[in-house]
């Protein structure tokens, strides 16, 4: 199993970027079936899941994103994350992985995110 993020760069206070994540290989209960995360780690914090959505497309957030971050799948094998009015707090590293309990050996490279004031 791989997941390959992409989408990140550098944008401006309040500005906008669209994530992906293609997730490759089987997953023992089929990718739409399974409920996949957003999450993202600044440096010197912890890994924190900002976003998840279910199988049946269900989706909660984290409060800090509430309202400015969606996310969203496709039934292949694709999980989305559309970021807006983005902050400085937002900048860290996104990846994506099952959740709430992510399976820690397939992290991907993940993606950065620079917010610049």
């Known amino acids: 199993l791989q997941l390959v993020e992409s989408g990140g760069g550098l944008v401006q206070l309040g500005g906008s970027l669209a994530l992906s994540c293609v997730v490759s290989?089987?997953?023992?209960?089929?990718?739409?079936?399974?409920?996949m995360g957003w999450y993202r780690q600044a440096p010197g914090n912890q890994r924190t899941l900002v976003a998840q959505?279910?199988?049946?497309?269900?989706t909660t957030y984290a409060d800090s994103v509430k309202g400015r971050f969606t996310i969203a799948r496709d039934t292949k094998n694709t999980i989305y994350l559309q970021m807006n009015n983005l902050k400085p707090e937002d900048a860290a590293v996104y990846y994506c992985?099952?959740?709430?309990?992510?399976?820690?050996?397939?992290w991907g490279q993940g993606t950065q995110v620079t917010v610049s004031s």
């Open positions: 992985n099952i959740a709430p309990k992510p399976l820690i050996n397939i």
């Open positions: 959505i279910s199988g049946g497309g269900v």
């Open positions: 290989g089987s997953l023992s209960s089929g990718f739409d079936r399974v409920n």
